[in-house]
């Protein structure tokens, strides 16, 4: 069966450091675009970081570029994403997705607390 499990999530201070993972079984890894979504209460999901299949190109929303990097391994079957420099407003429940052309896969979602 198809798996994403995240993990590395905690409560961080403002300025701190986190990295994501999410552990992929299930399915064939490096055919999948890879991304990170995230949830805040009361708001709408939305996009964080995406990687193609090979990892060779990255796309970082606006608020997360110089912050955040979206990395693979595909040997491990692992996507990362390592959050640098973290503020209050990334607090938010952040989701693995896997997805191609015919099909998409979700984690279960890893809370991020970024306080003081």
């Known amino acids: 069966q198809v798996q994403l499990v995240e993990s590395g999530g905690g409560l961080v201070q403002p300025g701190g450091s986190l990295r994501l993972s999410c552990a992929a079984s299930?399915?064939?890894?490096?055919?999948?675009?890879m991304a990170w979504h995230r949830q805040a209460p009361g708001k709408e999901r939305e996009v964080v970081a995406s990687?193609?299949?090979?990892?060779?190109?990255?796309w970082v929303s606006d608020f997360a570029r110089g912050r955040f990097t979206i990395s693979r391994e595909n040997v491990k079957n692992t996507l990362y994403l390592q959050m640098n420099a973290l503020e209050p407003g990334d607090t938010a429940l952040y989701y693995c997705?896997?997805?191609?052309?015919?099909?998409?896969?979700w984690g279960q979602g890893i809370q991020v607390t970024v306080s003081s």
């Open positions: 997705q896997a997805r191609q052309s015919e099909k998409t896969y």
């Open positions: 299930g399915f064939p890894f490096s055919s999948y675009i």
């Open positions: 990687i193609t299949g090979a990892g060779v190109s990255t």
